[in-house]
């Protein structure tokens, strides 16, 4: 497999990219107010609905044969 050749095409839009962007950051913000918590470093979680969001590409939806983004 070369990675040279893998395309990373918008699968993510619209409301979808709206809401991993809200859910990621209220996950780092809870991280950063409660990070005495034991399980606080689970919240940093929430860079990864964050980059999908910014990127408008999940791994996940790819394998799945989802895409939210309109269609032109």
């Given at each position: 497999?070369?990675?040279?050749?893998?395309?990373?095409?918008?699968?993510?839009?619209?409301?979808?990219?709206?809401?991993?962007?809200v859910i990621g950051l209220?996950?780092?913000?809870?991280?950063?107010?409660?990070?005495?918590?034991?399980?606080?470093?689970?919240?940093?979680?929430?860079?990864?609905?964050?980059?999908?969001?910014?990127?408008?590409?999940?791994g996940a939806y790819k394998v799945l044969g989802?895409?939210?983004?309109?269609?032109?």
């Amino acid at each position: 497999m070369d990675i040279k050749n893998i395309k990373f095409e918008k699968n993510v839009g619209g409301l979808d990219r709206a809401l991993r962007a809200v859910i990621g950051l209220a996950m780092i913000l809870a991280a950063i107010i409660d990070s005495n918590a034991p399980y606080a470093w689970i919240y940093l979680l929430g860079f990864i609905p964050l980059a999908t969001a910014a990127f408008q590409f999940c791994g996940a939806y790819k394998v799945l044969g989802i895409n939210t983004c309109s269609k032109p």
